[in-house]
Structures are given as structure tokens and as C-alpha cells.
């Protein structure tokens, strides 16, 4: 098989990045084992907010980002003939008195995104949530639906013969000057996706990977309205009827990737001190997370082997920066003295 780009890795990077190739007729094949549990995309919230509520800032850029993710996302809607972006509200619960004047203060530093509850928000706020004081809107913001994105992109590569369900062995990888060579794929350039993997990877073992783990639960509360997403110790965000998806948590130091009783008893118990109706939790997801120092995303080309490039620590924003990423990466690769990407890693610095 020959084609222009190996893409290793079909986390959220991996797809949005493979996505745009085949958009532009970019030829391709993409590697990935079969283990979408453990992956840090399957158990994300996947909502894109323009806010950061615990300082009540706008996200950096957060305009450029979110033209990029509506336009790919409404771009894999019309391909794949199912719905994956929804518009729903944050109602942010105010639980301290100083994260409420901080609101207050910075009202008019965005007002086009945020508010306070209006009269019909709260009589709904009320009737599932105790001691129930200020709340705040944000809006517009966008869920994804992640796990139906990931699964679906899935079976669309599969159908048309471009998707390789295997282990990635980067040792038997070869990368000479006229190309990059696997088993029986001869390519132009691989792009490294692998999220968490990269932390084993000896093409980019000085970039200075953080390993993070979080959880997630997915959790019935029937009768709960399903048009907000809530957020106060815990964010609870629509899945479907009745399914919400609650979570999450960040570990720094950690053993493996099995579910965190602690936390999950933890949640439940302030689950119990915030709503006023009953719930069930219906699964436990864990997944590692790719993160750098500072929370910089990984995007480029190596600096030893132009034909070598990769896309990576998106972090808990990977579904709002991805898709503008993706395009970046996509135009170095073509024109590689174009503008470097912003906010970005230097590899040059880290990796010669």
C-alpha cells in the first residue's frame, strides 16, 4: 500500500486530522489498536464553552477555535448523515461567595457569553438542585457527542479500507529521506495521534508529557431536564434521556487505569448533597490524558525528520482546539515556512 500520510492513533486528534485529508484527497491510512476505553476522547465531556467559569475569563482565542470546530464538526456531520454537535446552556451554580462577585465583576468583560439565570432558569434549577442560591448562563455552548463521533469515524475508515484495527510497533517503523516505511505501507510522512502513547515514544521522549488520568460516570437521573448542562463541584452534561455524563477529575500520580473507588464514592456523596431527586450510576469510565507542562499543545513537524510530525497534548480542550490544529498541521506539512502554529511547543528547541 502506498499513500501520502501513516496516521498513528483515532483519539480525537487522529480523527479530526484524518478527517481534513480526506476532505483535501489526501491520501492516508490510519493505525489503531482497539482499546477505545482507555482513551482520554471517549471519556471526556466534550463540550465547548467559551468561558473559563473559575476565573470567569474568555477562553485565549476562543472566536478562532470555534469557527474552525463548527465548521469540522458540521463537516462530519453531513459525511457520516448523523447529528454530533448540540447547543445547550451552562447553568454554573454559584457555591462560594467570592467566585460570585468575581461573576459579577466581569459581566461586562464578556457579555456576549454570560448572564445571570433568568426567572424561568432558576424555577428549573430549583426543582432538581437543594439550597439553590445564584446561578449564572453561559451560552452559546456546544456539546459533542465524542463516543458516537469516535465510533462512527470508525466504521466510515473501516468501510472504505483506510483504517488498520493493530498495534502501532514504532520499532518496526523505518523513516528514511525519501519516505516512511511499515510492514507493506510505504508513505510520503507519519503523523503521530496516539494521545497518552506518545509518553513511550522515542521520536519524542524529551517533550516534557505529564501523565494524567481522569474518570468519569455515566449516571440516570430521570426527570432531570436535559436542555442545560449543570455545573457546580461536578459537571453533569446531557448523554440522552435520562444519561447524563458526570465528571471529572484529574491524577497526576497513579498506579494504573483501573476505576477510582474514592472519587467515585466522593462524587456520588456531593451528587446526594446537590440534587433533590434520585440517581443511579450506570458505568465508571477512565481514560489517560495527554498533558504537558503549562497544558501546551504538541503540533508540528520534527526537527530532525521533516517527514515525521505530531499532533498531541490537546487536553481537556482537545474538541475546541482540534479541528483549527488539524488545519494548521495540515498547511506546514504542505508549506513547511508558513506561520508557526500559535501557543504551540517549540520542537525545534526541544527535540535537535
Request: glycine share 6%.
Amino acid at each position: 500500500m502506498q499513500v501520502q500520510y501513516i496516521i498513528v492513533g483515532q483519539g480525537i486528534a487522529g480523527t479530526l486530522f484524518s478527517y481534513h485529508c480526506w476532505r483535501q484527497g489526501i491520501s492516508f491510512v490510519m493505525i489503531d489498536q482497539e482499546r477505545r476505553a482507555r482513551k482520554a476522547s471517549t471519556v471526556a465531556g466534550a463540550v465547548l464553552n467559551p468561558v473559563n467559569v473559575n476565573k470567569w475569563s474568555l477562553v485565549n482565542d476562543y472566536d478562532y477555535y470555534i469557527s474552525h470546530a463548527l465548521a469540522s464538526y458540521k463537516g462530519l456531520e453531513e459525511t457520516l448523515n448523523i447529528p454530533l454537535v448540540e447547543t445547550m446552556p451552562l447553568l454554573v451554580f454559584h457555591q462560594e461567595e467570592a467566585k460570585k462577585q468575581l461573576f459579577e465583576k466581569q459581566l461586562t468583560a464578556c457579555p456576549q457569553y454570560i448572564r445571570p439565570a433568568d426567572a424561568t432558569e432558576h424555577i428549573v434549577v430549583k426543582r432538581y438542585f437543594k439550597d439553590v442560591t445564584d446561578i449564572a448562563n453561559v451560552s452559546p455552548v456546544y456539546k459533542i457527542h465524542a463516543s458516537v463521533l469516535l465510533s462512527s469515524w470508525a466504521g466510515f475508515l473501516k468501510d472504505k479500507g483506510l483504517l488498520i484495527e493493530k498495534y502501532f510497533d514504532i520499532h518496526a517503523c523505518k523513516i528514511e529521506e525519501n519516505g516512511v516505511y511499515y510492514e507493506t505501507i510505504q508513505a510520503e510522512k507519519i503523523i503521530f495521534c496516539e494521545g497518552a502513547e506518545a509518553i513511550h515514544n522515542p521520536l519524542f521522549h524529551k517533550i516534557p508529557f505529564n501523565q494524567n488520568r481522569g474518570d468519569a460516570l455515566l449516571i440516570s437521573i430521570p426527570g432531570l431536564s436535559t436542555q442545560y448542562i449543570y455545573q457546580g463541584n461536578v459537571r453533569l452534561v446531557p448523554i440522552e434521556k435520562d444519561l447524563f455524563w458526570c465528571g471529572g477529575n484529574h491524577q497526576w500520580q497513579f498506579d494504573n487505569l483501573l476505576p477510582d473507588e474514592v472519587w467515585r464514592r466522593q462524587t456520588e456523596s456531593a451528587l446526594r448533597q446537590w440534587l433533590t431527586i434520585p440517581f443511579k450510576v450506570e458505568d465508571h469510565l477512565v481514560g489517560q490524558r495527554p498533558t504537558t507542562a503549562g497544558q501546551f499543545f504538541v503540533v508540528g513537524t520534527h526537527p530532525l525528520w521533516p517527514m515525521v510530525a505530531i499532533l498531541n497534548g490537546l487536553g481537556t480542550k482537545g474538541f475546541l482546539w482540534g479541528p483549527a490544529l488539524s488545519l494548521e498541521l495540515l498547511q506546514r506539512l504542505d508549506h513547511p515556512q508558513s506561520t508557526p502554529i500559535k501557543n504551540n511547543i517549540r520542537l525545534e528547541r526541544l527535540l535537535s
